[in-house]
């Protein structure tokens, strides 16, 4: 009996560490974070990323798991911001003893109120009308953000500082490395109950709301009640998300509860991947890179992400995330070596296309808001002379061929996959 019960121990212990052993290894990966990149632009990137990771997360928690589009889930970060800042206030001025890490506490109650307030009733109706309803609501606060101006601080925001919050341990959380372990702590805290809230039933119940209403109302659950339970959660992981935005920046304005917002979001979940829990983690990751480190070589960073959301929709439906999950099964049957020269082939042409793109929409910018007088420009570590018709006729070929040329072997590609996909699953070549 007790090899029995040492049997079934065993059993359950290699079951959790299999389970999350997972989460591991990018907590030693963000541990070791600050002293091996030791430096505080890179720290502050981070910190961006990690908010962005739980703000996209929760937005997915209603898109992915629940089928609610939403065009104004800013209303949940800006209102989580905006009443984490006035607690730092409160706390520093009234010197009560709450140290900053549980600050965002706050913020997720501001989510988790509104998001019942509002959930209440837009989560009546679902598709269109929701997201109509979303849009509508996230106008109104936007507006509201401007008029009261005594809890928002009108156009110029609101402001706070974080190290006059009592210490956590004797930490103060002035440098960004301080506040980078604190964002990333609520983000593994955070993205953690949330990936087991859609293993729960509630949440396995949403997915069934999202994906037959009718047939979930059929077998006895409310659509109106799971879609409020998930909306109300989302929006208070965002309000979490908002409060350490406020914190890491230590101010809030209506920028934050605005339509940019909200887009944003959605782009990062959708290029990520909404049908996958890891696709708004990649995703955010990804836009925060591009935001961050495109701007600083190009104006019209912006006009990429938005050619990357426009590829990712029509060719890539199911995101970045989607893109790995579906060589997964070649992968595992060992056909992976068969796809690399095709693959190699396709991403040749393509990346010429791509350069050719960028080069012509670099030179079209300079020619529209470059300097009186100036004809230089920086592509690709060269100087050219955008005045000269030479560059624009590189980059018109280099766009033109590449294009032929993927779209002449993209057929093959996609037949090459698709015998690899075939046996992963039959066991035998088409």
Known sequence: MSNMSETA???????????????????????????????????????QMGIAVIFTVAYNMMLGQGGMLSFGFAVYFGLGGYFAIHGVNIISEGGWPIPLPFVPFLGGLAGLAFGALFGSFSTNRAGTVFAMISLGLGEMMASSSLIFSKFSGGEEGITTDRTEVPPFFGVEFTTEQEIYYLIA????????????????????????????????EFLGYSQKWV????????????????ALFALNYEIVTEETVGALTSGVVLLQAYIGGIGFFAGPIVGAVIFTLLQTLMSNYTEIWALYVGVVFVGT??????????????????????????????????????????????????????????????????????????????????????????????????????????????????????
């Not at 702590?185 to 949330?194: I, R």
Request: glycine letters at 8%.
């Open 9 to 47: 121990g065993v059993a359950r212990k290699a079951s959790f560490l299999s389970r999350y052993a997972i989460w591991l290894v990018p907590a030693i990966i963000v541990a070791i974070m600050p002293p091996v990149l030791d430096s505080n632009v890179a720290m502050a990137v981070l910190n």
């Open 185 to 216: 702590g609520w983000v593994f805290f955070a993205v953690f109950l949330m990936y087991r809230f859609s293993r729960t039933p509630i949440g396995r119940i949403a997915n069934a709301v999202r994906d037959n209403p009718e047939r979930a």
């Open 227 to 242: 879609r409020f339970m998930s909306f109300s959660v989302a929006g208070c992981f965002a309000g979490v998300a908002g």
């Open 313 to 430: 929709v029509m060719y890539a439906p199911a995101g970045l995330t989607g893109l790995i999950m579906m060589h997964i099964p070649v992968y595992r049957v060992g056909r992976m070596g068969k796809l690399t020269v095709p693959y190699a082939r396709i991403a040749l042409p393509a990346l010429i296309c791509a350069l050719g793109a960028i080069g012509f929409l670099e030179l079209w910018q300079h020619i529209s808001a470059g300097a009186t007088g100036e004809s230089e420009i920086h592509v690709f570590f060269m100087t050219l002379d955008y005045t000269s018709p030479i560059p624009w006729i590189v980059f018109i070929a280099m766009f033109l061929g590449g294009l032929w040329d993927a779209r002449r072997v993209a057929p093959a590609v996609a037949d090459t996959y698709g015998n690899a996909l075939h046996y992963a699953f039959t066991g035998e070549d088409q």
